[in-house]
Each structure stands twice: as C-alpha cells, then as structure tokens.
C-alpha cells in the first residue's frame, strides 16, 4: 500500500511507474491523499 497527496504529481507518477493503482482518494492532514496497492509479487522459479 501506498498514500501520497493527489497533488504530489512526481509522487503519483513514481507510484504508476512501480505498478500502483488507485484504490481511494481521501481527506487527511488538510489535503486529498491517494491510496494505491500493487498485486503482490509471485517468485518465479
């Protein structure tokens, strides 16, 4: 999981990179915060 603030632009960007989608936006700490989660990574082997 991972929050940031919508309005962090590099953030959102980095998280899309690392295969973070949206889950919810939310009010917090005076700002909209993004929650992404990511499929857990399966070993290949």
């Not at 309005?7 to 700002?31: I, P, Y």
């Amino acid at each position: 999981m991972l929050t940031t603030q919508s309005a962090n632009v590099g953030s959102m960007r980095l998280a899309a990179k690392l295969g973070f989608t949206e889950v919810e936006r939310f009010e917090a700490w005076g700002a909209e915060q993004w929650l992404g989660m990511r499929p857990p990574v399966t070993p290949s082997g």
